[in-house]
């Protein structure tokens, strides 16, 4: 039996909608697996703007850090876009980052087959596609200082700033190599080699790190190169490691590839066991509130944090099977309908935890 203290940021709009549910699967795979998990919710964001005036509270960091594992929804809408405000619902999610030390965001992409319809890319090995983003999450031109906007000589001048470190490159590609050896052994590291001095330590590095590991084949490519290759040919890839900015780039086009934002998770890792877990989409203030945000992603989170925070891969694999087994059975949210009928969140969330305590009593 495992014990474990799980932290639920919610977030901002269709947040909310999606975490509750996939509470509500966590708590049923604890259920019938005799586990005790134990449920908190600290404000991030828009919301906690609203509420605090800042967008995290140093004791909700606090209180997450102590936990076995933190579930994100997303932040961010039109009601906090205005960009000279103070603060950001986004200085909320890169701080959670930051705080926790997770620095490496690892976004598996598939294609499952039932929806080869709602990807627009129209290829026959599309059903192959199979791959895992790891982005670097806590370096780069996200973090680094210098970083403002200043007046001068009668206009407004801006800069942002790039820079890793060696270790810092290092542990994340370690992450990497790490992942592709439980997959096809085969890892591609991206990189701007051509003209960014980062980009230069960042395949020196990724060369020395794949000579030290000859059981992993490792091939470098242009981030530009590799936005092309992702749409022509996907299903090559295997293990893709990146920078921060690069990988924010590439996993929303390799979304865009799966079909829909609403079927893809994400875990951010650090070097310990607590790691945060959220679906890749935003808050998607178009559909907040209406009940028919598709609760997969979220739901999908959940089953990798049971798998790399809480060490419960059986546990992972049956959420995992469940959600390919509802959407064989042809369960659709209005993102994955292609304009047939489509069900709500809820109804989508109470039909996956049907199935979850069918394959389950099945096992048994
Ligand atoms: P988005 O991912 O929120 O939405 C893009 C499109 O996908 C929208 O049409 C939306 O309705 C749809 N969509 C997304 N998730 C869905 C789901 N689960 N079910 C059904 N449809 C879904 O991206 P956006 O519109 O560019 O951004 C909206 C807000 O979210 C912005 O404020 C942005 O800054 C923020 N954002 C936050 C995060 C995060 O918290 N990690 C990530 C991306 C964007």
Redesign the pocket.
């Known amino acids: 039996m495992a014990k474990a203290r799980i932290a639920v940021m919610p977030?901002d709009?269709?947040g909310p909608e999606?975490t509750t549910e996939a509470v509500r699967v966590l708590r049923t795979v604890g259920d019938l697996f005799g586990h005790r998990f134990e449920f908190f919710e600290e404000p991030v964001g828009g919301t906690c703007i609203d509420q605090h005036g800042v967008a995290l509270l140093p004791e909700s960091l606090r209180r997450v850090r102590r936990a076995s594992a933190l579930l994100f929804g997303?932040?961010?809408?039109p009601k906090w876009?205005d960009p000279r405000a103070p603060t950001r619902?986004?200085d909320g999610?890169l701080a959670v980052r930051k705080g926790l030390g997770v620095f490496a965001n690892i976004r598996p992409v598939r294609v499952y087959e039932p929806l080869l319809g709602a990807s627009p890319l129209k290829s026959p090995a599309l059903a192959s596609v199979d791959f895992i983003v790891v982005r670097e999450l806590t370096g780069g031109l996200y973090f680094a200082k210098p970083k403002r906007i200043w007046e001068s000589r009668g206009e407004r001048r801006a800069v942002d700033t790039c820079a890793y470190s060696e270790s810092e490159i290092e542990r994340v590609i370690k992450v990497a190599i790490g992942l592709a050896r439980s997959r096809r052994s085969k890892v591609t590291s991206v990189d701007k080699a051509n003209v960014m001095a980062t980009g230069r330590l960042w395949r020196e590095v990724a060369m020395r790190l794949s000579k030290e590991n000859p059981d992993v084949q490792m091939d470098h490519m242009l981030v530009d190169s590799c936005a092309m290759a992702l749409v022509v040919r996907p299903e090559t890839f295997d293990v893709i490691v990146t920078e921060n900015t690069f990988g924010d780039i590439l996993t929303d086009e390799a979304a865009v590839i799966s079909g829909?934002?609403?079927m893809l998770p994400s875990a951010s890792l650090g070097s310990s066991t607590l790691g945060m877990y959220?679906?890749i989409?935003?808050?998607?203030?178009?559909?907040a509130g209406k009940g028919i945000?598709?609760?997969l992603?979220a739901i999908l989170s959940s089953a990798m944090l049971l798998r790399h925070s809480l060490g419960l891969p059986a546990e992972a694999r049956l959420i995992e099977q469940a959600v390919d087994e509802v959407i064989a059975e042809g369960a659709r949210?209005?993102?994955i309908a292609s304009g047939g009928a489509a069900i709500s969140t809820r109804e989508m969330a109470d039909t996956l935890i049907a199935t979850v305590k069918a394959l389950r009593a099945a096992q048994r």
Not at 74 to 77: E, L, S, T
Request: proline share 13%; no cysteine.
């Open positions: 977030g709009g269709i999606v997303a932040v961010g809408g876009d619902p986004e999610l829909s934002m609403g959220e679906p989409h935003g808050s998607a203030p178009d559909i945000a598709n609760p992603a949210t209005a993102d």
